[in-house]
Structures are given as structure tokens and as C-alpha cells.
């Protein structure tokens, strides 16, 4: 084989001997090296794609003796020369050793030599010797140096594509697709068959190679190779098994018995088969094929062409009648197409006809609401004119109605003081002498938390009536209790609606009575009454002390509630005094200013304090000192 390559070319000798480097033996090919045809080539692969020229220097400097041929005898004391001149590797930097002490420095620190006169001095030599870093990328960060190799390979990669060409034939036979971004090509097989005889009989061949890097915008020619199928030589059936390095730019062909390529740029002598006289060698020789036979095969191969020229005949009849044909055929097609237009423009033309009469029943809709609208607009406009008629009218009963409801405002205060007055002379709640925040209702005493000492009749006796004055004022004030409260005596009872662990009713009533009671009912039923007590404290805007507290807390109730200055005029109280009170609004007199005052607890004339004062203020002035509150004695 012959080959003309733009690429390096190596030479791997014993390569066509039937046992690998291991001593296996090797599949061997089917066809004789005289029988392989363009016909049996099925793809082409391309190994170790190289884009450098070769150095021809070192070849032009070399002298052309029997070491430049690839397959020369090499004597023994030719080995042992070629060994002597083997280069050595450069030492590392934990090699290379210290000069002697003796040994003078004949280079500069940057390499120029110097004399024993030049006034520089030169760098001393102690320890070892650095050697300098020749990768200037070493200490490079991890993305510098991935930027880097990437470079790299891809400075190695290309776009490849090939093209097959016969002598004689001006237009390339067969043209490859392009593989992009590799350096080993494998391309997609193909089938030679379909060129007819003058192409598949041949047994030469003639591959060019085509690249384009990235810098590059257009394809150039990186190998060209001129193929004699003879000089083939096989490697095996498959690449896997072949474990010999491949040269660069080396060019892999697959054909129907095996994979082959040529690692050397001479082609090979086919072997001649000599013709021996001896007579036994004549015995043995036996004819492949008789001539028969050879002409069986020939009009075989005759019938073959003749169907192949028919097969390209009727291919091309056919081919003339589509043609013929194509104007019926495009117009079946637009027929068909101009059908779909048509039923698609149709459900168009429904459903366009579907939304004109949902747009029109909306529109109907929205008339309607407008003129809805129109004539709510003209009764409201009629009706704000017979407003603004009256509303002069209405602005002077304005005036009427405030004064009216500020006197109303001020005789129910004067009704509440008044009944407050008579709550506190029915239930009378007086300090006990010498005792911090203890009380008696009508003489009875109720001591602020439960003990063993106390009387449980007069307890109870106490907590009735304490629970009959609230239950009194919760309807004179209108003000709902959480906590329903029965009162009958010393057998008063307080109901809990809101617990949700009481599941009966018996178990949500809880006595205020502690005489055959158990006693954490009596204290709970007790803590319920102090809270109805806080409640009505809350709603007039006073300030409890203390919830335990039950008649001081009471007490404190009742002293605001009767501490009002409007109060109504003697003899005019009762349901008369209200009646009065309704019809006439001057029923009600001032105070003087000198007369402006209550009697305390301890019948003494107390100031009352002035309007816009916190409640706190006018509790403690009405308690008196026995209670623990500051008092203003007139």
C-alpha cells in the first residue's frame, strides 16, 4: 500500500503474524489479500487525530543510512550503541546536590557569565539548589487551571468529515456526515454496493480527511490516503481485542470479515504462490474451480447486472411517471387541504355565530340593568330633593331631640342615685370599728375570705342579702350577670351557664350557703358572686381593689352610684317622682353651692368631688378613714 499522509506515521513491526504480544492466537481474516474489494468496505473510522505537521528538521539533518528504514536489521553492537546514547532525565529539585566549596560561580544570579574584575557580586551557593518552576500555572486557582485544560483539549478536538474517490471518477463516491468536537472518529457505516461494478470491483482507494477547529471558519485538508486493499493488514475482529498503540491520524477499515489499517507507508508484497515439480506437491495440488463452474459464475454475475440495469430501468420508468403524475397528486393534496380549510373555517363560522348571540343576550342584560339603574338613580334623586326639603325642619328637631335625651340622660342618673340611696338604707353596709376593710350588712358581719371561725348561719344569711342587692342592681342598671344569681335568703344559690365541664344542672348551680355544703362548691359559688359584683363595677368604669373583697367592693358600688350631683327634689321620688319627671323636665332642682354634699358613713358632711375626678377619688371620700381610704371632711 501506498500512502500520502499530512499527518506522523509510526511503524509497528510483526504486526501481520498470527499471535499477539501475550502468545494467544489472533482471529485471522476470511478474504485472501487478492479477494478484498471496495465492495466488501462497510465504514471507516480515524484514530489519534492529529492537526500538527510533522518536524522535518530532524529527518533533513539525519543522515540516510539503513537506521532510517523502519523494518532494518539492528546488529547487537548497534543495540548497544544506540543504548549508550540514550538521554538521561532531568534530576528533580531534591537532587540536585551542592558544588564543592572550591568551585567558583561562573554565572550570574541571571545567567550571564562574569568576570573576576566586574565590581557585581556574585550570589552565594550554600545548601542546596533551587530549581526554578517552569509551569507557570501551577499555583493557579482550581478555575484558572480548569480554564486551562480546557483549552487544551480543546486545541486537540475538531469537526471531522471524510470523503471516498476513485480514479477515473471526477465527483467524490461517497461523502461523510461531520462528527464534531473528538479526536477518535467513528462514523457511521455505509453500503458501496449501490455504485455499480466499476466502483465494487475495484481494490484501491483514495480517502481524504477534513477538519475545522475553532479559530477556523472553513475546512482544510489534515490527511489524504491513497488505499491497496492488498496491502491491508488485519487486526482483529473488533478494536477491543487490539492492544497495540495506534500512530496518529490513523485510519481504521471495517470491512465484512474484520477490522484492518496499515502501520506502514510501503505497501507489501503478496506472497506468489511458487509451482513445484516435485511430484508429490503435484498430487496434492487440487484445482479450486473447474470451468464450468467459473462459467456458471460468470453468467451468474451477468444475471445479477442485468437485474441491477432492470432494477435502474424500472426505477427510473417510475420515476418519470411520479413526475407526470405530480400535478394530479398536488392537486388531490390541495383538494384535501382546501377541504380542511373549508370545515375548519365552518366550526370557525359556529362558533363565532355562538359567541354574537351570548355578546348579544349580554348585551340585552346590561341594557336592562342600566335602565334599572337609570330609574333608581331618578327615585333617588327624588327622594334626595324631599330630603334636603326637610332638612331645615329636621335640624331644629335636632336640637330638640339632644336636649331631650341629655335631660333623660340626667334624670335616669338622678333615678339610679336615688335608688342606690335606697339600697344603701335596706341593705346598710357600715365598717366594723378598729378593723382594716371589714364590713357588716344590716349588722351581720361577712369576713372578706372564709374561715373555720366564722358563723356558717350568719355567713349565709349575710351572702343572701349580698346576693339580693346584686341581683337588684343588675336589673335597675340593665345589666346582664354571666352568672345567674337566685336569690331566697340564706339558701341563695348562683347558677354557671359557662363551664364546660358541668354536664348536669345540678352540678351547676353552686350554694352560698357553706352550712351542709362541700366546701370548694361554696367557695366557687362565692367566687362567682364577687365576679357578677366586678362586672357591674366594670360597666360603670370603676377600678376593683381586690375580687375577694365582697362587701367593701359592694360598698364601693353603691357610694358611686348614689354620689351624683343631680339628684331629684324631695317628695318627688317613686313612680310619682318618675311620672313627674317624664312629663315635666324642670322636676329636678340644683344644688346650692354650699349645699353641695353627702353624709358620709359617719354621718359627717363630705365634699364631693368635682366632675372629670377618677372614681377612685370619690370612693375614697365617701368611705371614710375607717376604710382605708383617704376622706374630706367639710
Request: contains cysteine; proline residues 6%; charged residues 25%.
Amino acid at each position: 500500500m501506498s500512502a500520502k499522509r499530512t499527518g506522523k506515521s509510526n511503524t509497528i513491526s510483526d504486526i501481520g503474524s498470527q499471535f499477539d504480544v501475550k502468545g494467544l492466537t489472533r482471529d485471522r481474516p476470511w478474504l485472501l489479500p487478492s479477494n478484498r474489494k471496495l465492495r466488501h468496505l462497510e465504514g471507516i473510522s480515524l484514530r489519534n487525530l492529529s492537526l500538527s505537521r510533522p518536524s522535518t528538521q530532524a529527518q533533513e539533518a539525519k543522515t540516510a543510512d539503513d537506521e532510517s528504514l523502519p523494518n532494518s536489521f539492528i546488529s547487537p553492537t548497534k543495540a548497544l550503541a544506540l543504548r549508550e546514547k540514550r538521554l538521561e532525565h532531568s534530576r528533580s529539585s531534591s537532587d540536585l546536590r551542592t558544588p564543592p566549596p572550591g568551585r567558583k560561580n561562573l554565572h550570574s544570579s541571571n545567567g550571564s557569565e562574569t568576570s573576576d574584575n566586574s565590581p557585581r557580586k556574585a550570589r552565594p551557593l550554600t545548601g542546596k539548589m533551587r530549581r526554578r518552576s517552569t509551569l507557570n500555572w501551577a499555583n493557579a486557582p482550581p478555575q484558572v487551571r480548569q480554564k486551562k485544560l480546557e483549552d487544551v483539549a480543546s486545541s486537540k478536538m475538531a469537526d471531522t468529515w471524510f470523503s471516498l474517490h476513485c480514479e477515473g471518477i471526477t465527483e467524490p463516491v461517497y461523502v461523510s456526515e461531520m462528527v464534531e468536537k473528538a479526536m477518535n472518529f467513528d462514523f457511521r457505516f455505509f453500503d458501496l454496493n449501490t455504485y455499480g461494478p466499476w466502483v465494487t470491483r475495484r481494490d484501491d482507494l483514495i480517502i481524504k480527511f477534513w477538519a475545522r477547529t475553532e479559530p477556523l471558519q472553513q475546512y482544510a485538508l489534515i490527511l489524504e490516503l491513497q488505499v491497496h486493499f492488498r496491502s491491508l493488514q488485519f487486526i482483529g475482529k473488533s478494536l477491543e481485542n487490539f492492544h497495540h498503540p495506534l500512530p496518529p491520524n490513523c485510519v481504521v477499515l471495517h470491512l465484512s470479515d474484520g477490522i484492518y489499517t496499515s502501520f506502514t507507508d510501503m505497501p507489501l508484497d503478496e506472497p506468489v504462490l511458487s509451482l513445484s515439480r516435485d511430484s508429490k506437491s503435484a498430487q496434492n495440488t487440487r484445482p479450486t474451480s473447474t470451468f464450468d463452474e467459473l462459467m456458471r459464475l460468470s453468467n451468474l454475475d451477468d444475471c445479477i447486472q442485468d437485474a441491477l440495469t432492470t432494477r435502474g430501468r424500472v426505477t427510473s420508468q417510475i420515476n418519470s411517471i411520479l413526475e407526470k403524475q405530480k400535478e394530479d397528486r398536488e392537486l388531490i393534496q390541495s383538494a384535501a387541504q382546501a377541504q380542511d380549510t373549508w370545515a375548519s373555517t365552518k366550526r370557525a363560522v359556529s362558533t363565532a355565530q355562538r359567541q354574537i348571540r351570548a355578546a348579544q343576550a349580554r348585551r340585552t342584560q346590561l341594557q336592562a340593568s342600566l335602565e334599572a339603574r337609570r330609574d333608581a338613580i331618578r327615585s333617588g334623586t327624588h327622594s334626595e330633593k324631599q330630603l334636603r326639603s326637610q332638612l331645615g325642619s329636621a335640624r331644629s328637631n335636632l336640637t330638640t331631640h339632644v336636649s331631650l335625651h341629655k335631660e333623660t340622660q340626667t334624670g335616669i342618673t338622678c333615678q339610679t342615685r336615688r335608688i342606690c340611696e335606697d339600697l344603701l338604707e335596706i341593705y346598710p353596709v357600715e365598717a366594723i370599728p378598729r378593723k382594716s376593710l371589714a364590713f357588716t350588712i344590716r349588722d351581720l358581719p361577712l369576713p372578706n375570705a372564709t374561715s373555720p371561725s366564722s358563723d356558717a348561719g350568719t355567713t349565709a344569711a349575710a351572702l343572701g342579702w349580698v346576693a339580693h342587692a346584686t341581683y337588684l342592681l343588675s336589673l335597675y342598671l340593665s345589666v346582664h350577670l354571666p352568672y345567674p344569681i337566685t336569690p331566697f335568703g340564706s339558701s341563695s344559690s348562683i347558677y354557671d351557664p359557662i363551664s364546660t365541664s358541668l354536664q348536669s344542672e345540678a352540678a351547676r348551680t353552686f350554694p352560698l350557703n357553706p352550712k351542709g355544703a362541700v366546701t370548694y362548691r361554696f367557695e366557687y359559688g362565692l367566687f362567682l358572686l364577687n365576679s357578677d359584683i366586678e362586672l357591674l363595677m366594670s360597666k360603670q368604669g370603676i377600678r376593683i381593689v381586690d375580687l375577694r373583697h365582697t362587701l367593701p367592693n359592694l360598698k364601693y358600688l353603691l357610694t358611686v352610684l348614689a354620689s351624683t350631683k343631680d339628684q331629684p327634689v324631695e317628695g318627688k321620688g317613686g313612680r310619682s317622682g318618675l311620672e313627674r319627671y317624664a312629663h315635666d323636665a324642670g322636676g329636678r332642682r340644683q344644688l346650692d353651692p354650699g349645699d353641695e354634699g353627702i353624709k358620709g358613713a359617719n354621718g359627717s358632711l363630705t365634699k364631693l368631688v368635682p366632675n372629670g375626678t377618677r372614681p377612685v377619688s370619690r370612693i375614697q371620700s365617701a368611705l371614710g378613714r375607717e376604710t382605708g381610704f383617704l376622706l374630706h371632711k367639710v
